[in-house]
């Protein structure tokens, strides 16, 4: 799919203003513990506007960031200009990768494979880019466990949510997808944000490890 068709303006703009806050609510300490400890060439996939870019380690040499969103990458490209780690910012989609097999020692996706319109292509570029036993570091919301809240999620889905949001679907099973694209989940920590009673249809996460087998 080309790059230019995958543009969300009102969305992209609405998520630029709520994401500082959503980082204080603890997103941001969610991508501090999944960006820990990467080292060499990295590629992130769905920048977005940035928000991992300050929680890269030092040990990382550099970063490719690909966003699609114009909107989004703009303000990516600024934060990448600021950062001590060396990052440039590209248009491109998940689907294709604009990177060569075997590139990187990592590949980060986060809060993004809710959103691309074929998760399991997507994946299957992540698994391309990647050295063999090279890490993909996930955060994504995820399907819930529960039958009860896994109906809020496909309703919300059969309903004007992707439209909404960007395209985003609250009920994919996107750990099982990364297992069925090749790679060796090695670490996974499931966790509730917001933490809240209400049965919010993205409120399952889940933060983890997988290797390219």
Known sequence: MPAAQIRHPLFARVYARL???MEHAGVGEHREKL?????GAVLEVGAGNGLNFGHYPESVSSVLAVEPEPYLRGIAERKAARSPVAITVRDGTAERLPAADGTFDAVVASLML???????RALGEMHRVLRPG????FMEHVAAQSPGQRRIQ??????????????CHAGRDTVAAISAAGFRVTELN??????SRLPWPTTPHARGVAVRA
Not at 154 to 167: E, H, M, Q, S, Y
């Open 190 to 195: 499931r966790y509730r944000l917001p933490e």
């Open 154 to 167: 496909r309703l919300a889905d059969a309903t004007i949510w992707p439209a909404c949001f960007g395209g």
């Open 114 to 120: 809710c959103s691309v319109p074929d998760q399991a």
């Open 134 to 137: 090279g890490e993909l570091r």
């Open 19 to 21: 994401s500082a806050g």
């Open 35 to 39: 960006l820990a400890g990467l080292s």
